[in-house]
């Protein structure tokens, strides 16, 4: 976003400031909950008194409750996991809807229009809707209880077709048609033009598609049993229900700390290109 | 992109093949689901049990697979069959054996009993006799149970001093119950700073303490001898609703709407009640956690001493390979010997199911040490089978619907058991309609 | 971005589509190929199979054609008639309150200042989180008497709630969940939108004397029109989509009180082993989910209409 936009926003005249007062008591009361987590998950003291819910940290913090949730799950292998199934998603989505969006933008064919609209099915029949009957194809495939598994229902994309079809768009048919007279083919044009004049779109894409797939639960509920192919998600919430007893609420609280956590550094380090993104994304 | 994909699997399923090397042949690979009971150091404890089983058993790899709750082990063990994937073993939750026999999903351990040189009854005779309804369906042996648990009322024995009540003569009935709750609950205004009593009443929980209470109220709940038929509106379970209703609504000593487990326990703990309703198998739990002096005792009666069992059997899946089958069971009896058994009864809480267990001199002394744990074994006299039918989950979800509107004021108790009858009689009559209704055709 | 123009790609790549005509429409088909394969067995496929399922039943025997008994089954279940009813009041209560909180979020926090970033960071976070990690939080929070939320208002001598566990409320608690998480999302997208609008307008408004209500009311909105139909279309996707917080926090409880559509397709196949009933609350859903694509789509038309036609 350029500055120079910003100036033409003058704070006080879109808002009174009375607003803007309220929006920081908000975003107080929005950040309570990782307040707590955090407060939490370093105390000593799990069970002791009603205390529990105090956000005045102790003072004598401890990694106890890290060390048991380290422990009592295996974390390590659900990162790799996670990792596996947002990277292996994006690198399979990245070639699917290149060659596609370049379709759209590019090419002419007849159904290219009913096609496209077939294509925009899949913004609103999200895959977990039909959770039912994919696990049962995905069973059939032979993948239950696989990344693959996990990962294959995602791997076409109507949306970053359709975002990467705009970026395509905008890039000037000249740039292909020189080209292709230097005997370029069409997938030197994809790799070698569209695609790094397209950067800040895929970027947008892989941040959306990576936050997702990093926070998806459902569906991985239902495809992984072997706790060696569980994601984050799946087994935070294992590890943080049992069947027939109290829970550890400070554990609980240092396990949940560690699954955000990379993600929040993540968020930490790019800020910016991560708030882009995500307008960028918005941009139909 | 897909080529790449599969080349990567390839090359794992390779390196596994390498690691695993050339003994992995002759060796059995078996997987175990165990649900989790009350928090992430059970699960460490299983893996330490299995470890020792694999240590022992050099021709089989025995893994274990932490499948969550119970009502989600048997979500995985189901998706797991119907991927053509079963686990050798599955720690279930002792009432849904009735469920997946009628389902046809897991085999009877008949023939493998019989080739060990015993009968159905000389197998079954090392268990507690209240175990065995929840284990046989139709004479055969469905299930080897592992850990059990009943409902057990604990009591915060500071409180008890403070609100001038004899902590060595607990509560005996729902009179004294109510009496002890009224003295206990603490109010400043309008707020109530600590409850008398508290028992869950969230899914699965609620109906387990429900049917502790139909049953001290004289009532049976199921069938125990036929999956289809439930007794929710009748006299014991209509009384058991609304003495639950009224320890909320008319003498306020219980809070009102849904209560949680967990949410329970952690106000048991931290002081917000003085007495709780909860599983023989939160026993270790409370006892490493509480800061303050706490008994248990029976669950107090109306009519007769009686509880639900709880807790879980080893059950096997069909559609296993010979070898794993066998495998299978070698790891469900050895698990279930009184050594065992008793390890894992001192780790939980829950009782070992194998009377042998309390023979060992460790549990002796175990239990010399910790009088609460010798008062849940008593409690063992009085018990009778777990609500176990067609589709128990569902039919379970119809009472504890309405057991909740109950608590929430929402509806009155009468009302209530008739909508969970008829709820229940719904899901019941595919089941009902090919057995007790399927009359021969009369010409 | 926003100013690009959804053009016709044909009439711009007329001269090259004219060179090689023939190999190119062979080549589109086929660099559709991919995506299609994955949309046929993972979009068109499973929808198939809903439609199919939803007019059998699942025994023993095999399956059995059963006509609409299924759909009449779904709609005599009380369960899911509340499952339903639910599914509207999340829709209304998430939607509303999180698209009037990410506009006066973005309103307020429109220009870059440091403390500003600070403010639309800490707004975003929960977007960042999980929802089955944001729920075992709250879980905590709601827990009733010790929870943080009870807690509080016990030293403000308030008698808290059952948050979770009283069928009046749990709903409306699932509900403050979701807008948390939420509005942090939708406030990017109003920021987005607010750059778009051309400084001009502002000044002349201001110009012309218009009060700051006035100036958001006429020339804000106006602007922000596509911004807020692509917001409500995406929070409508998620009130339809997410349930991952009803698993951690209430399985549909108390009473189906926090029941929602999707929850309860879950609840026929995997807990009630329902495959029938399970289906045709699918089908239900697809619908609503068509008729919101076709809401959307009808709207992209439009836009590329005012933005240069499309074929």
């Known amino acids: 976003m350029s500055r120079g936009r910003d100036a033409a926003l003058p704070q006080g005249e879109i808002t009174p400031w009375i607003g803007f007062g309220l929006v920081v008591a908000l975003a107080l009361a929005w950040c309570t909950p990782f307040l707590w987590m955090l407060v939490a998950a370093f105390r000593p003291d799990r069970f002791g008194s009603s205390a529990m819910a105090s956000l005045i940290p102790d003072y004598a913090p401890t990694l106890a409750n890290f060390v048991e949730a380290w422990e009592s799950a295996d974390f390590a292998r659900y990162y790799l996991n996670t990792i596996a199934i947002c990277g292996g998603i994006l690198l399979v989505q990245i070639v699917t809807m290149s060659l596609a969006a370049y379709a759209f933008a590019r090419l002419k064919f007849p159904g290219r229009n009913l096609l496209f609209h077939l294509f925009l099915i899949q913004l609103m029949l999200v895959p977990i809707v039909l959770l039912v009957p994919n ?41 292909e048609e020189a080209a292709l007279i230097d005997g370029a083919r069409w997938w030197d044009l994809i790799r070698h033009i569209y695609l790094p004049l397209s950067k800040p779109a895929l970027l947008a894409f892989s941040i959306i598609s990576v936050t997702a797939h990093w926070n998806e639960f459902l569906w991985p509920l239902m495809v992984i049993n072997s706790p060696d192919n569980r994601p984050l998600t799946v087994g ?49 | 992109m897909r080529q790449f994909l599969l080349k990567g699997a390839m090359a794992t399923l390779l390196a ?11 060796k059995t690979e078996i997987e175990l689901f165990f649900p989790v009971p009350v928090d992430g150091k059970l699960a460490r404890d299983m893996t330490t049990m299995i470890k020792e089983f694999n240590e022992k058993h050099p021709d089989i790899v025995a893994t274990p697979v932490y499948t969550g709750s119970y009502d989600e082990t048997l979500i995985k063990t189901r998706a797991a ?21 009628i389902e046809g999903e897991i085999a009877a351990f008949d023939d493998l009993i019989q080739a060990s040189g015993k009968t159905n009854d000389q197998f079954m005779a090392q268990f507690f006799p209240a175990l065995h309804a929840n284990a046989i369906v139709d004479r055969k042996v469905y299930g080897v149970p592992f850990h059990n648990s009943t409902p057990l009322l604990y009591y915060n024995v500071d409180h008890f001093r403070e609100a001038g009540l004899d902590p060595d003569n607990p509560p005996k009935n729902w009179q004294e119950l109510i009496a002890a709750a009224k003295k206990l609950t603490k109010r400043e205004g309008d707020r109530v700073t600590r409850w008398g009593i508290m028992a869950p009443s969230n899914y699965d929980y609620g109906g387990w303490i429900l049917q502790a209470l139909v049953m001290s109220n004289g009532g049976r709940w199921f069938n125990e001898e036929y999956g289809g038929e439930v007794y929710y509106d009748t006299p014991s379970m209509l009384g058991a609703m609304t003495f639950w209703s009224d320890l909320v609504h008319k003498h306020k000593v219980h809070p009102a709407g849904e209560q949680k487990g967990p949410g329970v326990s952690t106000s048991f703990l931290s002081g917000q009640s003085a007495m709780m309703l909860l599983s023989t198998g939160s026993l270790t739990h409370i006892r490493d956690n509480a800061k303050f002096p706490y008994k248990v005792a029976f669950v107090p009666m109306n009519v007769r001493n009686a509880v639900p069992i709880g807790g879980a059997s080893l059950v096997q899946p069909k559609g296993l390979d010979e070898a794993k089958r066998k495998a299978g069971w070698t790891l469900i009896t050895w698990m279930t010997a009184p050594e065992k058994s008793g390890w894992w009864s001192r780790a939980t809480g829950y009782f070992a199911p194998n009377k042998g267990a309390y023979e060992l001199a460790e549990m002796k002394e175990f239990l010399a040490k910790n009088p609460d744990a010798r008062i849940a074994i008593e409690q063992l006299a009085y018990a009778k089978p777990w609500f176990a039918t067609y589709k128990t989950v569902a039919v379970r979800k119809a009472i504890e619907d309405e057991l909740q509107a109950v608590l929430s004021g929402k509806k009155q108790p009468k009302e209530a058991v008739a909508a969970a009858q008829k709820a229940a009689d719904e899901i019941l009559r595919p089941y009902v309609e090919q057995t007790a209704l399927k009359l021969p055709a009369t010409n | ?26 080549l589109g088909l086929v660099l559709l190929g991919p995506s299609l394969v994955f949309l046929a067995a993972f979009t068109y496929w499973p929808v ?3 439609l199919w399922q939803s007019v059998h039943a699942e025994s023993r025997a095999g399956n059995v054609y059963v006509g609409l008994s299924n759909f009449a089954a779904i709609f005599g279940d009380a369960a899911f008639r509340r499952a339903l009813s639910n599914n509207a009041i999340y829709a209304v209560g998430t939607v509303v309150p999180s698209l009037v909180l990410a506009l006066g979020f973005a309103l307020s926090l429109a220009r870059s200042n440091a403390l500003n970033v600070v403010l639309r960071s800490i707004l975003f976070l929960p977007v960042l989180v999980p929802l089955v990690a944001a729920a075992s939080i709250f879980l905590f929070i709601f827990l009733p008497g010790v929870g943080l939320l009870d807690y509080y208002l016990a030293r403000l001598g308030i008698q808290g709630a059952n948050w979770l566990g009283d069928p009046d409320i749990a709903l409306y608690s699932i509900m403050a969940l979701t807008v948390w998480k939420n509005a942090g999302y939708y406030m990017l997208f109003f920021l987005a939108g607010l750059q778009a609008i051309p400084p001009e307008s502002y000044e002349a408004a201001t110009l012309d004397g218009a009060s700051p209500w006035q100036r958001l009311r006429y020339v804000t909105l106006p602007y922000l029109r596509p911004t807020i139909a692509f917001v409500l279309v995406i929070a409508l996707l998620n009130v339809v989509t997410q349930v991952d917080h009803i698993f951690v926090l209430t399985k549909g409880g108390p009473s189906d009180s926090t029941n929602l559509l999707l929850f309860y397709i879950y609840q026929q196949a995997v807990e009630h082993y329902d495959a029938g009933k399970a289906a045709a609350a699918t089908v239900v859903s697809l619908s609503f989910l068509l008729a919101l694509s076709a809401f959307s789509l009808r709207r992209m038309d439009a836009g590329a209409d005012m933005e240069g036609g499309r074929a």
């Open chain 1, 135 to 175: 696990l049962r194809t995905v069973a059939q495939l032979g993948l239950y209880d696989t990344l693959a598994g996990v990962m294959a229902p995602y791997f076409a994309t109507a949306f970053g077709t359709f975002l990467m079809r705009q970026a395509f768009q905008t890039i000037p048919v000249e740039l």
């Open chain 1, 236 to 284: 935070l919430a294992t590890f943080t229900r049992g069947a027939e007893g109290a829970q550890a609420w400070g554990v609980i609280a240092a396990g949940t700390f560690l699954v955000i956590a990379p993600l929040l550094i993540g968020f930490a380090v790019f800020q910016r290109r991560f708030i882009n993104s995500f307008m960028a994304s918005g941009l139909k």
């Open chain 2, 16 to 26: 596994a093949a390498l690691a695993t090397g050339a003994a992995a042949q002759t």
């Open chain 2, 81 to 101: 069959i119907k991927a053509g994937k079963p686990p050798a073993a599955v720690i279930m939750s002792a009432n849904f054996l009735t469920d997946l026999v």
């Open chain 3, 1 to 26: 971005m926003a100013e690009i123009a959804l053009a016709e790609p044909a009439v711009q790549s007329k001269r090259v589509a004219a060179l090689r005509l023939d190999r190119r429409h062979l």
């Open chain 3, 48 to 50: 198939v199979q809903v």
